[in-house]
């Protein structure tokens, strides 16, 4: 059965603190690994990584993927309240995603 | 920007009706994906469909379960008879194509009593 963890599972952290989310996987016919962040309802995405080691950005976000360990993370530098949310860690195979449970982050100001 | 979207937001249905829940994908979007989240837990995999057929299903998955595309905008996801466990939250997602990043409807909210 294809699997996705995460961890930590929640994580509370002051405005300007860098945070690393991690997540372990192994998902059959492994095609990517994807990065999605949910507040009030639907996932919305943030990264799509395919290849090992090529370190993808967006902003203060920024993530990486290991296939070797089968393992990624996702970085935010100077959190902000706006990123509290759940982060989400999916495995990609061929027609189907596999999610992880998620870490939620809070933000205090 | 496009945007999957789906309706209703909340639907109350008595155990044993059938439901149909609508999702407009993303207009250029080829792969299309129900995926449902029970409260408190992680959103599971229900079914991908291609090309007017599915393309892989989950063991959640079973007979009550249905989808269809009746035109070229609308894509379906029915439940014959609906149970208490089937009370979630139901996402659309579509696709451009296989293997690229799946794009979320904001969700139906289905409570089933």
């Known amino acids: 059965e294809d699997k996705v963890v995460q961890s930590p599972l929640s994580l509370v952290v002051h405005e300007g603190d860098t945070v690393t989310l991690n997540c372990s996987y192994e998902?059959?016919?492994?095609?990517?690994l994807l990065w999605y962040k949910q507040e009030k309802k639907a996932p919305t995405f943030l990264f799509m990584l395919?290849?090992?080691?090529i370190e993808k950005k967006s902003g203060r976000l920024s993530s990486i993927l290991d296939k070797k360990e089968l393992f990624s993370i996702l970085n935010i530098t100077a959190t902000q309240t706006g990123d509290s949310a759940i982060y989400l860690c999916?495995?990609?195979?061929?027609?189907?995603?596999?999610f992880g449970k998620g870490t939620l982050l809070t933000v205090n100001p | 920007e496009p945007e999957v979207t789906q309706t209703p937001s909340h639907q109350v249905t008595q155990m044993g009706q059938e439901v149909i829940l609508r999702c407009v994908p993303i207009?250029?979007?080829?792969?299309f994906y129900w995926y449902r989240q029970i409260l408190g837990q992680k959103v599971e995999f229900l079914v991908s469909?291609?090309?007017?057929?599915?393309?892989?299903k989950s063991e959640i998955f079973d007979d009550q379960f249905s989808v269809e595309r009746p035109d070229g905008s609308n894509f379906t996801l029915k439940i014959r008879s609906t149970k208490l466990e089937d009370s979630a939250m139901y996402f659309c997602?579509?696709?451009?194509?296989?293997?690229?990043?799946?794009?979320f409807g904001p969700g139906t909210r289905l409570t089933v009593t």
């Open positions: 997602a579509s696709s451009e194509r296989t293997f690229y990043e799946q794009y």
């Open positions: 998902v059959t016919n492994f095609r990517s």
């Open positions: 395919t290849s090992s080691g």
């Open positions: 999916v495995g990609g195979s061929n027609y189907k995603l596999t």
């Open positions: 207009s250029n979007h080829l792969y």
């Open positions: 469909f291609y090309n007017n057929e599915i393309s892989e």
